[in-house]
């Protein structure tokens, strides 16, 4: 299973960044994705899912910090999640991972949940 995030950059507060994450076409079908990020000296935080399902199709779950601001969206011709993020600020500076659960159809918030990693893309956020 091989994730590659990009994407991130240096972007001025009240500005907008779309990260994207590259996934196999197995891995992008058979599990729920997500975004985590990590700011200096502090833990991994869940940023948002998309999971799946033949039955309701997607659906997004955020962090409540990110709630409103930023968006999950998938593109399944080119196997790719996209992390929207709008009116960012400061406090969003972090190292942005995209990962990859076990399932998918379901949501997972914790970082032992996700069995799969991509290497991360740096976002900066000037005030």
């Known amino acids: 299973v091989q994730l590659q995030a990009s994407g991130g950059g240096l972007v001025q507060a009240g500005g907008s960044l779309r990260l994207s994450c590259a996934a196999s076409a197995r891995t992008f079908s058979s599990r729920t994705l997500a975004w985590f990020r990590q700011a200096p000296g502090k833990e991994r935080d869940f940023v948002g899912a998309?999971?799946?399902?033949?039955?309701?199709?997607?659906?997004?779950d955020y962090a409540d910090t990110v709630k409103g601001r930023f968006t999950i969206s998938r593109d399944g011709a080119q196997n790719l999640v996209y992390l929207q993020m709008n009116s960012l600020t400061p406090e969003d500076t972090a190292t942005y991972y995209c990962a990859a659960g076990p399932y998918r159809g379901t949501f997972y918030y914790t970082e032992s949940e996700y069995l799969y990693w991509g290497q991360g893309t740096q976002v900066t956020v000037s005030s």
């Open positions: 998309i999971k799946w399902s033949g039955w309701s199709g997607d659906s997004t």
